[in-house]
């Protein structure tokens, strides 16, 4: 396992960053089985893990602590997320100093843990403040709670924003980003990463099979359904014409890695490694046989004439469905703001 700098925070992550996403009742409801899954990544040289509160409603940070009690917390990255609705009260969601605050706390007790690596604003909120919410941020770090702040599917400009805020306010300062990133998925390409590496922000990417468009159960004459099709429709109706180009993209993406000896999951995580501003992609795997396939994606070099081919179907900067982005805008999804 290679181990790779996280930005400018003088911590060493592996490439691949374990992704508890699919632990609890979104994936996998055998707690001792995803604590295995687990298990089974740390040997496998894996020191940084990855969930967030709203997974499964806080199982998911649940399984995660089990196993931290296992394994040990002191060799491990822990990061976690804070942004998605965890009850029916209006207040317990969002990136409002109450709820960061409160929030912590809860993720705390869910993990088993004193302190948090890495917390990470899940998406942005454009009627929150951002000062405010890095105030919270700047006061979990003095509180020892927490030792760094990162975003998550922030477009390029509020990264620049928050970076500014930090500076000129004395906050702590987002020092990752996690965008959504894959063969299918480049639009970040264009400018999030490029801002990313102006101020030396590490990158650990979500997404890297596409929300499983890569993991080989796609393509011509396949099924070509997901168990996420129910909850996120959008980015895989057959019927919309970004997700009707993925199916003819993937199967030329399968060719081609057939042609180069490697497995569709190799050549998508190996895309993702071989970016110079990605730190590590997030594999999320539900069960161990899944963590195994892609496990040795790890190892994985493209050739230049195979990073060629992937530009020539998917050309650099784009998404091939603008759904996959992972977030829109108030200013596009609500009407109220762009009507008088």
Same mark, same amino acid.
């Given at each position: 396992m290679e181990y790779r700098p996280l930005g400018r925070t003088g911590i060493s992550v592996s490439s691949l960053c374990l992704g508890a996403m699919m632990f609890g009742s979104w994936g996998n409801t055998d707690h001792d089985e995803c604590v295995r899954v687990v298990r089974r990544a740390?040997?496998?040289? $894996?020191?940084? $893990?990855?969930?967030?509160?709203?997974?499964?409603s806080g199982e998911s940070e649940v399984i995660v602590g089990k196993a931290l009690a296992e394994i040990g917390r002191e060799d491990i990255v822990l990061a976690?997320?804070?942004?998605?609705?965890?009850?029916?009260?209006?207040?317990?969601?969002?990136n409002s100093r109450r709820w960061i605050i409160t929030e912590c706390e809860n993720s705390l007790k869910r993990l088993g843990t004193d302190y948090i690596d890495l917390y990470q604003i899940h998406r942005p909120e454009p009627e929150t403040d951002i000062d405010e919410t890095l105030g919270a941020l700047t006061d979990l770090v003095r509180a020892g709670k927490i030792r760094y702040a990162g975003s998550s599917t922030f477009p390029a400009h509020q990264v620049v924003e928050a970076q500014w805020v930090a500076e000129r306010r004395g906050r702590e300062r987002f020092v990752t980003e996690q965008p959504p990133y894959s063969i299918l998925t480049r639009a970040i390409e264009a400018d999030l990463l490029p801002v990313c590496g102006k101020y030396g922000m590490g990158v650990l990417s979500?997404?890297?099979l596409a929300g499983g468009w890569l993991s080989g159960r796609f393509g011509k004459g396949k099924d070509n359904t997901s168990r /996420?099709?129910? /909850? +996120?429709?959008?980015?895989?109706?057959?019927s919309l014409p970004g997700n009707q180009q993925k199916v003819d993209v993937v199967t030329a993406l399968a060719e081609a890695a057939d042609t180069a000896?490697?497995?569709?999951?190799? !050549?998508a995580v190996g895309f993702v490694l071989a970016h110079p501003q990605?730190?590590? #992609? $997030?594999?999320?795997?539900?069960?161990?046989?899944?963590?195994?396939?892609?496990? #040795?994606?790890?190892?994985?070099? !493209?050739?230049?004439?195979?990073?060629? /081919? +992937?530009?020539?179907?998917?050309? #650099?900067?784009?998404?091939?469905?603008?759904?996959?982005?992972g977030w829109d805008p108030p200013s596009?999804? /609500?009407?109220?703001?762009?009507?008088?």
């Open positions: 740390v040997d496998e040289g $894996i020191n940084f $893990i990855d969930t967030a509160d709203v997974y499964s976690t997320k804070v942004h998605g609705r965890m009850g029916r009260d209006r207040n317990t969601q969002g979500w997404s890297p /996420r099709a129910e /909850r +996120i429709p959008a980015r895989y109706d057959l000896g490697l497995s569709l999951v190799d !050549l990605v730190t590590c #992609p $997030i594999i999320g795997p539900r069960t161990m046989e899944q963590l195994e396939s892609l496990l #040795p994606a790890a190892d994985v070099h !493209l050739s230049t004439e195979l990073l060629d /081919r +992937i530009d020539e179907l998917v050309p #650099p900067g784009t998404n091939l469905n603008a759904s996959d982005g596009l999804t /609500r009407a109220d703001l762009r009507r008088r």
